[in-house]
């Protein structure tokens, strides 16, 4: 692994720890460099869910063709209308990093929206704590948070074993 190098300042995601401050939602416009395409049969009830529920903003909407959500600098989906239901959960997902402070506001949000749509959160091998949601179009949608790296852990030992190793 020595050809990477510390590059987070490129990103939005804060330094992980227990009181990290999430950035607010980024409203540029900017060539996007990711973003996923959710195809819904009702995007004003898809759009309340995102918002109200995972905390996105409506960057903006054509009404009937696209809502543009975004929360942090390239967390970006766009809603559009969909020709046919999508009646089952599919095996990819797609993931947006948060805080962990985070974690518990969007399974209550969420919850509260639609009982039984989030599973976890839980720890993974890779130092994060995840939450899956399954939203209304049944896109699966992971949130997931760094945990503070302690080079004593599980966790730490799992990386080194494949050359990341925390910076001396």
Known sequence: MSDYYNAFEISPVPEPGVDAVPPEP?????GMPMFVT???PDLAASAD????????????????????LRRWAFQDAL????????????????????????IDRI?????????????G???????TVDVEVVTPENARVIFTAA??????????????????TAPK
């Open 49 to 68: 869910f995102w918002i109200n529920g995972l905390g996105f903003i409506d960057l903006f909407t054509i009404p009937g063709q696209l809502t543009h």
């Open 107 to 119: 399974i209550e949000a969420c919850e509260a929206q639609r009982p039984g749509c989030t599973e």
């Open 79 to 102: 809603l559009v209308p969909a020709t046919s239901q999508v009646t089952s959960t599919p095996a990819a997902s797609v993931s947006f990093a948060c805080v962990l402070s985070e």
């Open 121 to 127: 959160p839980r720890h993974t091998p890779w130092n």
């Open 147 to 164: 945990k503070p790296f302690d080079p004593a852990s599980e966790e730490a030992r799992n990386l080194a074993k494949i050359g990341i």
């Open 38 to 40: 959710i195809p819904t």
């Open 26 to 30: 980024f409203r540029g416009i900017y």
